[in-house]
T-cell receptor
Framework: AQSVTQLGSHVSVSEGALVLLRCNYS??????LFWYVQYPNQGLQLLLKYTSAATLVKGINGFEAEFKKSETSFHLTKPSAHMSDAAEYFC??????????FGTGTSLTVIP | DTGVSQNPRHKITKRGQNVTFRCDPISEHNRLYWYRQTLGQGPEFLTYFQNEAQLEKSRLLSDRFSAERPKGSFSTLEIQRTEQGDSAMYLC????????????FGSGTRLTVV
């Protein structure tokens, strides 16, 4: 079975500070991993995805994530937070590309 | 606009009534998914279609729920005899065949059962 765990349901950072959102996955086979962002009353927008190519994945809006098999992690980072980054972030895992399993989300607050 | 379109955006209904939601996927995508998201949770898988065939259904999809995708284009999700516990955001997503393809989500339909 596949699952993801997002550590920290709420993260607050100052504007300009490093953003680190944690995601650990469980999968018996090599997974596909994704990060999505959701703004209030909106659907989810794909930030980036890992599909067994490069372990460091760059996405939109300056975000990146590193796949670490030994740690079963896929943490999301951004060097400098912007006010517009305030949103809910979801990590998801998929095997064989069918249904996705989402984490419970991390709400990011950016403090001016 | 080539995104995923969902209608209506909001639906308020009385308990016991039937509701139907529509999803128009990206036209080139042959896979269509329905998810449900409750407050403070991530999306939970309900069902998916490849073209017109419904290939998988979650145990969350009780017999009051039915989904269709006639002709492999748009899809509808119907909830019969709605209950207060059905209140949630219902998200539709589509994607290409191919394991590494991410979903493109619609903006969702927020259902409130009163």
């Amino acid at each position: 079975a596949q699952s993801v765990t997002q550590l920290g349901s709420h993260v607050s950072v100052s504007e300009g500070a490093l953003v680190l959102l944690r995601c650990n996955y469980s999968s018996s086979v090599p997974p596909y991993l994704f990060w999505y962002v959701q703004y209030p009353n909106q659907g989810l927008q794909l930030l980036l995805k890992y599909t067994s190519a490069a372990t460091l994945v760059k996405g939109i809006n300056g975000f990146e994530a590193e796949f670490k098999k030994s740690e079963t992690s896929f943490h999301l980072t951004k060097p400098s937070a912007h006010m517009s980054d305030a949103a809910e972030y979801f990590c998801a895992v998929s095997v064989a590309g069918n249904q996705f399993y989402f984490g419970t989300g991390t709400s990011l607050t950016v403090i001016p | 606009d080539t995104g995923v379109s969902q209608n209506p955006r909001h639906k308020i209904t009385k308990r016991g009534q039937n509701v139907t939601f529509r999803c128009d996927p990206i036209s080139e995508h042959n896979r269509l998914y329905w998810y449900r998201q409750t407050l403070g949770q991530g999306p939970e898988f309900l069902t998916y279609f490849q073209n017109e065939a419904q290939l998988e259904k979650s145990r969350l999809l009780s017999d009051r729920f039915s989904a269709e995708r006639p002709k492999g284009s748009f899809s509808t999700l119907e909830i019969q005899r709605t209950e207060q516990g059905d209140s949630a955001m219902y998200l539709c997503a589509s994607r290409d065949t191919g394991g590494g393809s991410g979903y493109t989500f619609g903006s969702g339909t927020r259902l409130t059962v009163v």
